[in-house]
C-alpha cells in the first residue's frame, strides 16, 4: 500500500538523520569533541529514530478504515407488536426470544396472545385492530393458523387472511405461519398465498421440543423457533444471504 510505504520511507529518513546527528552531537560547549560521542548518548538517539518511525507506521495504521461490525438494523426506537394465537407464548419461549433480540436493537417490542383464535375469529373481532390502534406499531408480526390446520375447507378463510392484512395497513408485516405438527389440510398454503404485503415464513413441521400436548412448543421449543425468524427476519433487512422463506418446511408427509 502507498501509504505505509511513504510512512516506511519516512522512518529510514528519520533513521539516518539521527545517524548523522550521532556523528557531529559533539560541541565545545558539552566539553565533548567531535568523534568522541558517548555511547549511551548515540544509543538513545538510535532509540529516538525507531520511536519515530514506530510512531509514523502506527498513523499509517490508523489511517485505514476499521471494521466496526455488521451495520445497524435501524430499529433504534421502532415499535413492534406480536399479535396471534397462543403459539405467541405470552412472556415465555417465542415471544421471550423476540423480546430480547429487538430490545437489544433498541425497539420496543410488545405481544399479544389470544388463546383459541382462528382465522375467522381473528378478523371478526375488533381486538386485533384495538392491539394497532393502541401500540401504534412500525412492524407488525402475527403467528396465527394453528387452530385451522384441520379445517375440511381451509380455502374458505382467505378472505378472513385478507382482512386480518388489510388491518395492519402499509406497516411493514411477517406472518409466521403454525409451526405445525402434523401434515395440514392446506390452511398454509392459504395464508401464504393471502398474506401480501406481508412478508411469509413457513414453519410448517418445525422440528423442535413441544409440551405434554405435543402441540405448542416448549420455552425452548419456542425460542428455537424464534432463533429461525430472527435469521429469516435479518436476511429481509440485508444482514446475511437471502432466506428462502419456504427453506424450514419439511416434506408434507413428515410426522
Avoid at 13 to 21: F, G, K, N, P
Wanted: aromatic share 6%.
Amino acid at each position: 500500500m502507498r501509504q505505509k510505504a511513504g510512512v516506511r520511507a519516512a522512518a529510514a529518513s528519520l533513521a539516518l538523520l539521527a545517524a548523522c546527528a550521532c556523528s557531529h552531537k559533539g560541541s565545545p560547549t558539552s566539553g565533548t569533541t567531535p568523534g568522541e560521542l558517548d555511547a549511551g548518548d548515540a544509543a538513545a538517539s538510535h532509540d529516538d529514530a525507531g520511536d519515530a518511525a514506530a510512531s509514523l507506521a502506527d498513523a499509517g495504521d490508523a489511517g485505514e478504515p476499521v471494521d466496526a461490525g455488521p451495520p445497524s438494523l435501524g430499529l433504534e426506537g421502532k415499535r413492534i407488536f406480536h399479535a396471534g394465537d397462543s403459539m405467541v407464548g405470552g412472556e415465555a419461549g417465542l415471544s421471550r426470544l423476540l423480546h430480547s433480540k429487538f430490545k437489544a436493537e433498541g425497539a420496543k417490542y410488545q405481544s399479544d396472545t389470544v388463546v383459541s383464535a382462528s382465522l375467522l375469529t381473528f378478523n371478526l373481532q375488533s381486538r386485533f385492530a384495538k392491539g394497532l390502534q393502541r401500540t401504534h406499531p412500525d412492524i407488525v408480526i402475527i403467528t396465527l393458523g394453528a387452530n385451522d390446520v384441520f379445517v375440511p375447507s381451509p380455502e374458505v378463510l382467505a378472505v378472513h387472511v385478507k382482512g386480518i392484512v388489510k388491518k395492519v395497513g402499509d406497516r411493514e408485516c411477517y406472518w409466521m405461519s403454525p409451526a405445525t405438527w402434523k401434515p395440514d389440510t392446506g390452511v398454509v398454503e392459504v395464508i401464504k398465498a393471502n398474506a401480501a404485503p406481508c412478508k411469509f415464513f413457513d414453519s410448517r413441521n418445525m422440528d423442535i421440543p413441544r409440551s405434554g400436548d405435543r402441540i405448542h412448543p416448549t420455552d425452548k421449543g419456542g425460542a428455537q423457533w424464534g432463533e429461525k425468524f430472527w435469521t429469516f427476519f435479518l436476511a429481509e433487512h440485508g444482514h446475511g444471504a437471502k432466506v428462502d422463506a419456504d427453506a424450514g418446511a419439511p416434506d408434507a408427509a413428515a410426522p
